[in-house]
Protein backbone atom coordinates (compact mmCIF):
# COMPACT_ATOMS: atom_id res chain seq x y z
CA UNK A 1 0.00 0.00 0.00
CA UNK A 2 1.17 3.46 -0.75
CA UNK A 3 1.32 6.39 1.16
CA UNK A 4 -0.79 9.17 -0.02
CA UNK A 5 1.08 12.80 0.19
CA UNK A 6 -0.73 16.36 -0.75
CA UNK A 7 1.15 18.71 -1.37
CA UNK A 8 -0.76 22.68 -0.63
CA UNK A 9 0.90 24.35 -3.10
CA UNK A 10 2.02 23.71 -6.74
CA UNK A 11 5.44 21.51 -7.63
CA UNK A 12 7.27 23.25 -11.18
CA UNK A 13 7.60 19.85 -12.07
CA UNK A 14 6.59 18.17 -15.42
CA UNK A 15 3.81 15.37 -15.23
CA UNK A 16 6.68 12.82 -15.83
CA UNK A 17 9.07 14.00 -13.51
CA UNK A 18 6.40 14.17 -10.56
CA UNK A 19 5.32 10.19 -11.62
CA UNK A 20 9.23 9.18 -11.59
CA UNK A 21 9.25 11.13 -7.99
CA UNK A 22 6.32 9.43 -6.77
CA UNK A 23 7.45 5.85 -8.01
CA UNK A 24 10.62 6.57 -6.53
CA UNK A 25 9.32 7.39 -2.80
CA UNK A 26 6.22 4.86 -3.05
CA UNK A 27 3.59 7.51 -3.19
CA UNK A 28 0.37 8.03 -4.69
CA UNK A 29 -0.16 11.65 -6.96
CA UNK A 30 -3.09 13.67 -5.30
CA UNK A 31 -4.19 16.48 -7.44
CA UNK A 32 -5.80 19.06 -5.34
CA UNK A 33 -8.80 20.54 -6.81
CA UNK A 34 -9.15 24.26 -5.84
CA UNK A 35 -12.74 25.43 -5.41
CA UNK A 36 -14.15 28.34 -7.72
CA UNK A 37 -13.71 31.54 -6.19
CA UNK A 38 -14.67 34.86 -7.76
CA UNK A 39 -12.35 36.35 -10.37
CA UNK A 40 -11.74 39.82 -11.13
CA UNK A 41 -12.55 41.20 -14.82
CA UNK A 42 -11.03 43.54 -16.19
CA UNK A 43 -13.14 46.18 -17.64
CA UNK A 44 -10.25 48.40 -18.94
CA UNK A 45 -6.31 48.55 -18.59
CA UNK A 46 -6.66 49.81 -14.41
CA UNK A 47 -10.11 49.06 -13.87
CA UNK A 48 -11.46 45.83 -12.74
CA UNK A 49 -15.01 44.53 -11.39
CA UNK A 50 -15.52 41.92 -8.22
CA UNK A 51 -18.13 39.48 -8.17
CA UNK A 52 -19.22 38.58 -4.75
CA UNK A 53 -21.19 35.81 -4.61
CA UNK A 54 -24.87 36.32 -3.46
CA UNK A 55 -24.34 34.41 -0.11
CA UNK A 56 -21.62 36.54 1.12
CA UNK A 57 -23.50 39.24 1.05
CA UNK A 58 -27.05 38.00 2.50
CA UNK A 59 -24.55 36.95 5.05
CA UNK A 60 -22.99 40.02 5.87
CA UNK A 61 -26.58 41.85 5.67
CA UNK A 62 -27.64 38.90 8.17
CA UNK A 63 -24.56 40.02 10.47
CA UNK A 64 -25.26 43.63 10.22
CA UNK A 65 -28.98 43.29 10.89
CA UNK A 66 -27.58 41.23 14.12
CA UNK A 67 -25.50 43.98 15.28
CA UNK A 68 -28.12 47.23 14.68
CA UNK A 69 -30.98 45.34 16.87
CA UNK A 70 -33.35 44.64 13.79
CA UNK A 71 -35.18 42.75 15.49
CA UNK A 72 -35.90 45.31 18.65
CA UNK A 73 -36.13 48.09 16.23
CA UNK A 74 -39.51 46.66 14.36
CA UNK A 75 -41.47 47.35 17.08
CA UNK A 76 -41.17 51.02 16.65
CA UNK A 77 -43.08 52.64 13.56
CA UNK A 78 -40.67 55.16 12.02
CA UNK A 79 -36.78 55.61 10.42
CA UNK A 80 -33.77 54.16 12.50
CA UNK A 81 -30.21 55.02 11.77
CA UNK A 82 -27.44 52.78 12.68
CA UNK A 83 -23.77 54.07 11.73
CA UNK A 84 -20.92 51.71 10.75
CA UNK A 85 -17.71 53.93 11.00
CA UNK A 86 -17.96 56.05 7.18
CA UNK A 87 -21.08 54.09 6.37
CA UNK A 88 -24.42 52.60 7.62
CA UNK A 89 -27.75 52.12 7.70
CA UNK A 90 -31.36 53.67 7.42
CA UNK A 91 -33.98 51.22 8.42
CA UNK A 92 -38.03 51.68 7.83
CA UNK A 93 -40.75 50.18 9.90
CA UNK A 94 -44.15 50.48 8.62
CA UNK A 95 -47.17 50.43 10.97
CA UNK A 96 -46.76 46.11 10.14
CA UNK A 97 -43.96 46.41 11.58
CA UNK A 98 -42.34 45.51 7.63
CA UNK A 99 -38.63 46.62 7.68
CA UNK A 100 -36.37 48.20 4.91
CA UNK A 101 -33.30 49.09 4.37
CA UNK A 102 -30.94 51.96 2.57
CA UNK A 103 -27.71 52.56 3.05
CA UNK A 104 -25.40 55.09 3.01
CA UNK A 105 -21.94 56.46 3.18
CA UNK A 106 -20.60 60.11 4.56
CA UNK A 107 -20.15 62.59 2.17
CA UNK A 108 -16.70 64.31 1.41
CA UNK A 109 -18.76 67.31 -0.05
CA UNK A 110 -19.93 70.31 2.63
CA UNK A 111 -23.02 70.03 0.29
CA UNK A 112 -24.24 67.08 1.58
CA UNK A 113 -23.97 65.21 5.62
CA UNK A 114 -24.43 61.41 3.78
CA UNK A 115 -25.17 59.69 0.45
CA UNK A 116 -27.82 57.24 0.45
CA UNK A 117 -27.26 54.27 -2.36
CA UNK A 118 -29.50 53.06 -3.89
CA UNK A 119 -31.53 56.12 -3.50
CA UNK A 120 -35.06 53.65 -3.13
CA UNK A 121 -35.64 50.73 -1.20
CA UNK A 122 -36.24 47.34 -3.38
CA UNK A 123 -37.43 44.64 -0.58
CA UNK A 124 -39.00 43.99 2.95
CA UNK A 125 -36.24 42.07 4.44
CA UNK A 126 -38.17 41.50 7.72
CA UNK A 127 -40.59 39.95 8.93
CA UNK A 128 -39.74 37.90 5.32
CA UNK A 129 -38.17 38.84 1.98
CA UNK A 130 -41.02 40.66 -0.18
CA UNK A 131 -40.22 42.88 -3.12
CA UNK A 132 -41.63 46.45 -2.30
CA UNK A 133 -44.55 47.98 -4.52
CA UNK A 134 -43.75 51.22 -6.41
CA UNK A 135 -46.64 52.67 -4.45
CA UNK A 136 -44.99 51.58 -1.60
CA UNK A 137 -41.43 52.50 -3.03
CA UNK A 138 -43.04 56.13 -3.20
CA UNK A 139 -44.50 56.74 -0.16
CA UNK A 140 -41.46 55.73 1.73
CA UNK A 141 -39.54 57.94 -0.04
CA UNK A 142 -41.41 60.94 0.37
CA UNK A 143 -41.10 59.99 4.15
CA UNK A 144 -37.54 59.45 3.82
CA UNK A 145 -37.01 63.01 2.59
CA UNK A 146 -39.65 64.28 5.24
CA UNK A 147 -37.62 62.58 7.69
CA UNK A 148 -34.16 64.05 6.65
CA UNK A 149 -35.81 67.40 6.68
CA UNK A 150 -36.75 67.06 10.16
CA UNK A 151 -33.77 65.83 11.77
CA UNK A 152 -31.51 68.23 9.87
CA UNK A 153 -29.82 65.42 7.57
CA UNK A 154 -28.47 67.00 4.55
CA UNK A 155 -28.45 63.99 2.34
CA UNK A 156 -28.62 63.08 -1.65
CA UNK A 157 -30.48 60.39 -2.89
CA UNK A 158 -28.29 59.05 -6.15
Given amino acids: MSKT ?10 RDAIKQLANIFNVEIVEKVATPSPRPTKISPTAY ?5 QKSIDAWAVERHRKDGVE ?7 F ?6 RTGSIYFVDPSHRVCEFDYELSGSDEYD ?3 TPPEPREW ?17 AKLKQWLTDSEIRAFLY
Fill in 5 to 14: ITFPFKIPLS
Fill in 80 to 85: HIKKHG
Fill in 72 to 78: SLKNTVG
Fill in 114 to 116: ILI
Fill in 49 to 53: VHTIP
Fill in 125 to 141: FLPVREILSESDKAEII
